[in-house]
């Protein structure tokens, strides 16, 4: 009998390529997601990629009476991971409550259903913007964390502790936190990839979208850093490396020989770069030329950090095999795709 995987926002960017991953490995997956940020019709492309269409239940994690519902009659989930949140740091300070409500009601409800219902294993998208700006480079999982400087980031750090205090209460809860570094790039099959919505925030959609000649040109924030070029460093991993990993967290959590109930990976490539290098990658594996300017710094920007990825690689046996121009190429190949529609 094939496993049954619970994935809240699995319609979304990285929700959907894990999706992906988890049904190539064997698993069944049930999607819950309210399509605040997607669309319904990314099933259908999993389904093309996979051959099987993963089932879709439209409703808001907020909602505890339909989870509940749901949960009672998947009890043989065998482990849930938790995707759907809203992610725009800008936005979050004008609509902490929001945020708030959202992202941090949504993960109580799913842990009271969880521990109602029996399911017994959590994954958490979780954020290297716990860590703010590290003293030290690259960063550990020991590293400190610091206070979020923003909405956003505070219901990582306080979804991190949420859980944490649960599993700690309960011990037929266990959990991982994923702490992502930049997920940019899309499946190679094209099918899938991220589709922000209004003008994109994220540096690598608003790179594509410029070439594809939707934005005028590209604002690069800041070139005055403490960094070799002057722009910030960051550490961009390919979406499906990242999907993996939730494909090894998963199989960890539900192995009965482990015990552990609460751990912590950072997800990253080890290597920092910068916004101008990012951009260089893009003009070198696609020709185009990508028009952009210097601008003001933005407000509550890291200036640089980029993971020590060696205990995930240790401990999950995981790494990142697609470097960077590759994974320019297939955000590339995804833009170009989802707009000749
Ligand atoms: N950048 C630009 N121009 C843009 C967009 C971004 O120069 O139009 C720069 C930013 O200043 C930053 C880099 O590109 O230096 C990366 O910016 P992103 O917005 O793509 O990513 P961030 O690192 O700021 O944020 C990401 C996720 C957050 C997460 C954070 C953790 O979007 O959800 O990493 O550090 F919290």
């Not at 389904?47 to 339909?66: A, R, Y």
């Not at 020590?308 to 046996?317: F, I, T």
């Amino acid at each position: 009998m094939k496993k049954k995987i619970l994935v809240t926002g699995g319609t979304g960017y990285i929700g959907s390529h894990t999706t992906v991953e988890l049904i190539e490995n064997g698993f069944e997956v049930v999607i819950i997601d309210n399509l605040y940020n997607s669309e319904a019709d990314v099933i259908d492309r999993i389904q093309k990629i996979t051959g099987i269409k993963p089932s879709l239940e439209v409703f808001d994690l907020c909602n505890s009476e339909k989870l509940d519902v749901f949960c009672r009659k998947n009890r043989d989930i065998a482990a849930v991971i938790h995707f759907a949140a809203y992610k725009a740091v800008g936005e979050s300070v004008n609509k902490p409550l929001d945020y708030y409500r959202n992202n941090l009601l949504s993960l109580v409800n799913l842990l009271d259903a969880m521990k109602k219902n029996g399911i017994p294993n959590l994954v958490f998208s979780s954020s290297c913007t716990v860590y703010g700006q590290p003293e030290k480079l690259p960063v550990t999982e020991n590293s400190p964390l610091q206070p979020a400087t923003s909405p956003y980031g505070n219901t990582k750090q306080v979804g991190e502790a949420i859980i944490r205090d649960t599993t700690v209460s309960d011990k037929n809860i266990k959990a991982i936190s994923l702490r992502y570094f930049n997920p940019i790039g899309a499946h190679p099959s094209s099918l899938i990839g991220e589709l922000p919505r209004g003008v994109p925030e994220n540096l690598v959609p608003y790179i594509t979208q410029t070439a594809y000649g939707l934005r005028e040109e590209l604002k690069v924030f800041g070139d005055d850093y403490n960094t070799p070029d002057g722009s910030c460093v960051r550490d961009y991993l390919h979406v499906v490396d990242l999907a993996k990993a939730h494909v090894v967290a998963v199989k960890r959590l539900i192995d009965e020989n482990n015990k552990t109930n609460y751990e912590v990976f950072n997800l990253g490539t080890g290597i920092g770069v910068s916004v101008l290098e990012a951009i260089k990658s893009f003009e070198k594996v696609t020709g185009i030329k990508v028009k952009y300017k210097i601008v003001a710094r933005r407000a509550g920007d890291i200036e640089k950090i980029w993971a020590d990825p060696s205990y995930a690689n240790k401990e999950l046996g995981w790494k990142t095999l697609s470097t960077l121009d590759e994974s320019m190429k297939t955000a590339w190949e995804w833009e170009k795709k989802v707009r000749s529609k």
